[in-house]
């Protein structure tokens, strides 16, 4: 969740048995619910072959990669994630269309389309996925605005969305498959099976 979250707001050796369990997952079987939406774990396993092969597409140097258990629940965060932003977005009038998805500045900032697989595998997040990442950033500028116009300071109004998603996650309910460890609903992340659960950091 780290880099999905960090995202938001701001190796090559896994190919072997780790990730293997991982592609043996029953696809009929969810692999987490938030409300109503149903993420299912075909959706993950697409999410981590296709991370897997991009990352043979660019240098990887330098960058911090997950594997295994913990590829897949970072996968499975996106999907939580993107859907728990547009449900908190949807609880306050707020709304991206694809238009505005495919105009966003993030795209252009990139440079080029090899600095952006670049941008995208060092993310963990598979091109295919990319549209969804790029929603979920545009809603958390709109809900960072609208924070704002409430009277939260502009340095205070990521800590502000964070609550408002979080809570949404309350009211709705998000259940994670053990398969693919436990939500942790204070850092809005899937902790991996055997994995520990962060240290929450302190609010000024």
């Known amino acids: 969740m780290k880099k999905i979250i960090a995202g938001v707001v701001g190796a090559l050796v896994v190919v072997g048995a780790g990730i293997g369990l991982w592609l043996l997952l029953d696809s009929a079987s969810p692999a987490a619910t938030v409300g109503k939406t149903k993420i299912t774990a075909s959706q993950v396993t697409g999410s981590v072959n296709a991370v897997l092969a991009e990352r043979k597409t660019v240098s990887t140097s330098g960058m911090q990669l997950g594997s295994g258990a913990d590829l897949a629940a970072q996968e499975l965060d996106l999907y939580i994630i993107s859907a728990l932003y547009a449900d908190t977005?949807?609880?306050?009038?707020?709304?991206?269309?694809?238009?505005?998805?495919?105009?966003?500045?993030?795209?252009?900032?990139?440079?080029?389309?090899?600095?952006?697989?670049?941008?995208?595998?060092?993310?963990?997040?598979?091109?295919?996925?990319?549209?969804?990442?790029?929603?979920?950033?545009?809603?958390?500028?709109?809900?960072?605005?609208?924070?704002?116009?409430?009277g939260t300071t502009a340095a205070n109004a990521p800590s502000a969305v964070g609550l408002l998603v979080t809570a949404q996650g309350t009211k709705e309910g998000v259940k994670v498959s053990k398969k693919y460890g436990t939500w942790d609903s204070t850092n809005l992340a899937v902790v991996a099976p055997g994995a520990a659960t962060p240290t929450p950091t302190p609010s000024n």
């Open 89 to 150: 977005a949807a609880a306050n009038n707020i709304s991206v269309t694809q238009s505005q998805v495919e105009a966003a500045s993030i795209l252009k900032q990139a440079g080029s389309a090899s600095a952006l697989k670049s941008f995208e595998v060092s993310r963990e997040i598979a091109t295919k996925d990319f549209p969804l990442f790029v929603k979920t950033y545009l809603l958390n500028q709109e809900l960072n605005t609208l924070v704002i116009k409430k």
